[in-house]
């Protein structure tokens, strides 16, 4: 991989043979772990400004009509985060010059963040180029670098160029014509669009949500596009609906639907009809087939929801075909994959054959080596594993050869069946879709997938090494180096990153677990201090930032008393006046929150302060506050609950113990922290950065 300096050019077909399709991503870290940014792209013509402000993509405007852009969303890392963009060189306009991809950081400065990174892959994923900086200084947003046409080719320039105007400055200044007034106006419209269905006589909420969604998208971004193309490839833009309007860099806050109307069933005993029906599953085999043809046949039918699955793969955007149960020949005897991807992009084809278990079963290593051996023999661009595991950095769930003599490269890519149902979630429930009739679909596949009987329930098995290792914990037998101890820090580790797909559906928001490590760190070096770890105190501990809240989320599960803890750590505000009157202020936010809610003060220095429950601090807010006068810098709430009396690997053990948990402290707490902080943003002057 080639390192660049600042300036520094060079041309992609140096790089790669076919320069049509390449992933930009982009990378920092911070010393807490905390510290996040956003990507963004403009496309310029010769003049240097975008054709018109369709051109801008970022947070509220992700996916270019023609598929020639998509912001493909964070991957965490060991220490901070990836956020990655595809391009279709191919499916870019003509009159387009130059691409300039760059970050913003809204109310925070590039100067706070560390390892300021962006590398260019081909379609496959392989990195082929690096451009690092090491101090982008005080600004809001910045420049990484750009695409551009020379001679009928594009090349790659290293800029590294920040912005002390944030997003806002940067896009202006590239012609983009930004209306942040008009946040009040929409976010009042969005509250408007969330009256019950009831009390409009419209579809039920799961229905509605994505129609009202992409309405708002329409009159907010401009060329939005349904996404159904004809024999081309080509997208269909949606017909404006209201007056034009220009892009707000201010995130669009869209609310979770409210409850369906009223049913017209005569008793609950009556199941509506459904278009993908599962009590007369009975065998994993049956499963696995009605899974893979339900999944596929949607994917190809809603353009959204395929591209959101296939682009991270490296598929273009342009007219999807799925089949399922195809012969390919293999030796002595053909293979029948589950299922072939098929997308048709200016006269190519990308092709991925698919391999999918239901029902906790797991990979056969055997079986995807002779999908990628037809893979590569065939020409196809990729092998999709999709199981209900979860894949993590540098543990990959079934181990294959490649032949590197092989010029034609396969790319092995994996697929959880709960990273499928948040993305489905995300779409209806908060982004939207092109129809009414897409959002059914998209409804009815949801309704499939959270079945008890689909078999598609995500990570549910937390492997034959929890049991053991939970009785080594109590005997105090369990030792430093057990391979077994490793293998349950991968099962929490695949649980987090599940939990975060569960509730950033639900929530419509980003939520990323915290890696705390060094860049570059070998995660395996990672979970093994982490088993030595287990092994000394007993405890699994994981901590979560969610968007647009005060804190991280922490984790902690103690094997040794069977308690789990679910904590968020709040700091002090500056100025916030006497003691105790920040202690009373902090005791009305949480005025709704459970009566055993814990709360413990953090003061300056080593060790904790007083703490209580909130039923005893709520008549004597004193209690709390430290007898020695020592500074206060925070507080600590908490909740605890038992992990589960059974030690069976089902998911009605510790796995629901643990989303039970993480619900009820969102729910009853954190969701207040959110309200109570978002009055406060309200109620000072608006910002853009």
């Known amino acids: 991989m080639q390192e660049l300096v600042k300036g520094a050019n060079i041309g992609l077909a140096e790089l790669l043979d076919d320069a049509g399709s390449v992933l930009v991503s982009l990378s920092w870290s911070s010393p807490t772990g905390e510290g996040d940014a956003d990507v963004s792209v403009l496309l310029l013509d010769a003049k240097g400004k975008v054709r018109s402000d369709a051109d801008f993509y970022f947070y509220n405007n992700p996916v270019a009509p023609d598929g020639s852009v998509q912001l493909l969303g964070k991957t965490p890392t060991a220490d901070g985060n990836e956020d990655r963009i595809g391009f279709d060189l191919t499916a870019m306009p003509s009159d387009v010059d130059r691409i300039v991809v760059a970050a913003s950081r809204y109310g925070c400065r590039f100067g706070e963040l560390n390892d300021l990174c962006m590398t260019l892959a081909d379609g496959t994923g392989e990195s082929l180029l690096q ?59 969005g509250e408007q669009g969330a009256a019950p269905a009831s009390e409009q006589g419209q579809p039920s909420a799961p229905q509605a949500a994505a129609p009202q969604a992409a309405q708002a998208a329409q009159t907010a971004i401009p060329a939005q596009a349904t996404g159904e193309g004809e024999g081309d490839g080509e997208a269909t833009p949606v017909p404006r609906t209201g007056p034009r309007t220009r892009p707000r860099t201010a995130r669009k806050k869209v609310k979770l639907p409210k409850a369906p109307k009223r049913s017209l069933a005569e008793n609950d005993n009556w199941r509506t009809a459904r278009l993908f ?114 894949a993590l950095e540098g ?14 490269k396969v790319a092995l890519r994996s697929l959880s069946w709960a990273e499928v149902t948040h993305q489905a979630k995300m779409l209806i429930r908060h982004e939207g879709v092109g129809n009414a009739a897409h959002a059914w679909l998209l409804q009815e596949l949801l309704h499939y997938l959270q079945h008890e009987n689909s078999g598609c329930h995500g990570f549910q098995n937390m492997g034959p090494a929890w049991v053991p290792v939970r009785n080594g914990i109590d005997d105090e037998t369990l030792s430093q180096g057990d391979r077994r101890a490793v293998d349950v820090v991968e099962s929490w580790e695949r649980l987090m990153r599940q939990v975060c797909l569960r509730l950033g559906g639900e929530l419509g928001q980003k939520v990323l677990p915290v890696l705390r490590a060094k860049r570059g760190a070998d995660p395996s070096q990672r979970r093994a201090a982490l088993a030595d770890q287990l092994c000394a105190d007993g405890r699994l501990h994981a901590e979560l ?74 008549p004597e807010p004193a209690d709390i506050l ?64």
């Open 131 to 189: 451009f690092s900086t090491e101090d982008a200084g005080d600004v809001g947003a910045f420049i990484f670098g750009e695409l551009y046409r020379r001679g009928g080719e594009w090349k790659f320039r290293a800029i590294g160029q920040g912005y002390e105007t944030g997003l806002a400055g940067l896009a202006t200044d590239f012609g983009v014509e930004i209306d942040d007034d008009a946040a009040g106006d929409e976010d009042a419209a």
């Open 277 to 390: 029906p599962v009590p007369v599953l009975k065998s994993d085999r049956e499963r696995e087939v009605r899974a893979t043809s339900v999944l596929l046949s949607v994917m190809a039918q809603v353009p959204e929801f395929g591209r959101r699955l296939t682009a991270a793969f490296g598929a273009p955007a342009g007219r999807m075909e799925t089949y399922t149960e195809v012969s390919l020949p293999h030796g002595d005897s053909p293979k029948r994959p589950d299922g072939v991807i098929r997308v048709e992009r200016a006269g190519k084809l990308w092709t991925a054959l698919v391999e999918t278990k239901t029902n906790g079963n797991p990979l056969k290593a055997e079986q995807v080596q002779d999908y990628m051996d037809i893979a590569a023999r065939r020409g196809y661009e990729a092998v999709i594993t999709l199981s209900n595991d979860v």
């Open 395 to 408: 543990t990959p769930l079934v181990d294959v050869r490649i032949d590197g003599r092989r010029k034609h």
């Open 545 to 618: 930032r969610i968007e647009a809240t005060p804190g991280v989320l922490a984790i902690t599960a103690d094997l040794r008393t069977g308690k789990l803890r679910t904590s968020i750590e709040l700091p002090a505000a500056e100025n916030g006046g006497h003691p105790l009157t920040r202690v009373k202020r902090l005791i009305r936010q949480l005025a709704a929150a459970p009566a055993d809610l814990h709360v413990e003060t953090l003061v300056a220095g080593e060790g904790g302060g007083p703490r209580g429950t909130l039923e005893r601090l709520r």
């Open 626 to 689: 430290p007898k020695d006068g020592a500074e206060i810098t925070g507080f600590r709430l908490s909740l605890f609950k038992g992990m589960g009396g059974g030690r069976g690997k089902a998911e009605t053990g510790f796995i629901r113990s643990v989303d039970e948990a993480v619900d009820r402290f969102h729910t009853d707490v954190v969701a207040h922290l959110d309200s109570a902080s978002s009055r406060r943003q309200q109620a000072a002057p608006a910002t853009v950065g």
